[in-house]
């Protein structure tokens, strides 16, 4: 298949540890409940690296600064279960980074794609629906060690 027969969704991603707890937001669309890493699209005009910050903000309320790029992911979404149905299937690139609060408060999103922010225990991660990405990353930070 060539580059030019589907789609790529480029997303930032951070991961933000205090302790033994891990900062995650629960997903409203596409698969509500279930719990991820704050982050998401990047926009046209931005940096990977702009899309982690502002994404951590919309969906948590902290200001954070970029670290270590911890890793990249890459999955595929068949046509079918696009949330924006084209006909193409999209290919999603996950890039992860550590980032650190620098500011702000919790709170959780409004009328965005999640709609509550937490701090969770990374042992009990396993009592939380959570999309895959979460134990990668948490794996390429080392916090699953603790």
């Known amino acids: 298949m ?3 027969d589907y789609d790529t969704r480029l997303a930032a991603y951070g991961v933000i540890t205090d302790g033994d707890r891990v900062l995650l937001a629960k997903l409203r669309f596409p698969e509500a409940g279930t719990w991820t890493l704050p982050g998401g699209g990047v926009e046209f005009e931005e940096t990977v690296e702009q899309a982690v910050v502002r994404e ?6 902290f200001e954070a600064s970029v670290g270590a790029l911890l890793g990249i ?3 595929v979404v068949p046509a079918e279960r696009r949330i924006h149905a084209n006909g193409r299937p999209m290919k999603a690139v996950q890039v992860v980074f550590r980032a650190t609060i620098t500011g702000g ?6 009328d965005g794609s999640t709609d509550e922010a937490a701090w ?4 009990q991660l396993p009592h939380h ?3 895959l990405i979460v134990p990668i ?7 699953l060690s603790r």
């Open 129 to 131: 629906r959570h999309g």
């Open 120 to 123: 969770v225990s990374v042992a």
């Open 137 to 143: 990353a948490l794996g390429w930070a080392g916090a």
């Open 73 to 75: 992911r890459h999955h």
């Open 2 to 4: 060539e580059y030019t």
């Open 56 to 61: 951590i903000r919309e969906e948590t309320g």
């Open 105 to 110: 408060a919790l709170r959780s999103e409004e």
